[in-house]
T-cell receptor
Framework: EAGVTQSPTHLIKTRGQQATLRCSPISGHTSVYWYQQALGLGLQFLLW???????NRGNFPPRFSGRQFPNYSSELNVNALELEDSALYLCASSPTGKVGYTFGSGTRLTVV | AQSVTQPDIHITVSEGASLELRCNYS??????LFWYVQSPGQGLQLLLK??????LVQGIKGFEAEFKRSQSSFNLRKPSVHWSDAAEYFC???????????????FGKGTKLSVKP
């Protein structure tokens, strides 16, 4: 069984640009979660999608947005990039309503 | 508000020694609790989880954790540490949303484990 896959592995952007990160959940998983892991700040919850709907959102500005597609894959978009957005972005998936989810290996976003 | 505290930022143990990583949580209801491990540059791997039943939970790689409601704790233990256990360990509490189904997890800031030969 394939795990959660994220692309790209690394992404380098210039301040002010937009970044798009992608996540494919485990087959059969309908929930996708996005987390930001910045140095010294731990894992911060960004977004939760389930069945194509945004179910919950963390304390991040609106320039962090995303969506979930009919095949349950998901996209995270970060607009107007700031240097502080440099972090490892982790995606996780789970079956709807199930406890404990599986993480991907992450996308390392560097803003210069 | 829900929160997780891991009081130890960095712990060093000798190979073969026992290990206990501390985790305290704050949550208004019966929590769903998790321990994850992260190797450098990698995603997080689930070690074990608790959501009901026996308060002593067995996980992968020889780890176990005990839920103590009276102390709001969920400490992770291993009787004999191996060099390959060197990594960062995260405790998390599940926040229930959406009609009682699982929502996002709130993570502690992690404990980095170093293992000396």
């Amino acid at each position: 069984e394939a795990g959660v896959t994220q692309s790209p592995t690394h992404l380098i952007k210039t301040r002010g640009q937009q970044a798009t990160l992608r996540c494919s959940p485990i087959s059969g998983h309908t929930s996708v979660y996005w987390y930001q892991q910045a140095l010294g700040l731990g894992l911060q919850f960004l977004l939760w999608y389930d069945e194509g709907e945004e179910r919950n959102r963390g304390n991040f500005p609106p320039r962090f947005s995303g969506r979930q597609f009919p095949n349950y894959s998901s996209e995270l978009n970060v607009n107007a990039l700031e240097l502080e957005d440099s972090a490892l972005y982790l995606c996780a998936s789970s079956p709807t309503g199930k406890v404990g989810y599986t993480f991907g290996s992450g996308t390392r976003l560097t803003v210069v | 508000a829900q929160s997780v505290t891991q009081p130890d930022i960095h712990i060093t143990v000798s190979e073969g020694a026992s290990l206990e990583l501390r985790c305290n949580y704050s949550y208004g209801a019966t929590p769903y609790l998790f321990w994850y491990v992260q190797s450098p540059g990698q995603g997080l791997q689930l070690l074990l989880k608790y959501f009901s039943g026996d308060t002593l939970v067995q996980g992968i790689k020889g780890f176990e954790a005990e839920f103590k409601r009276s102390q709001s704790s969920f400490n992770l233990r291993k009787p004999s540490v191996h060099w390959s256990d060197a990594a960062e360990y995260f405790c998390a509490v599940g926040v229930m949303n959406y009609g009682g189904s699982q929502g996002n997890l709130i993570f502690g800031k992690g404990t980095k484990l170093s293992v000396k030969p």
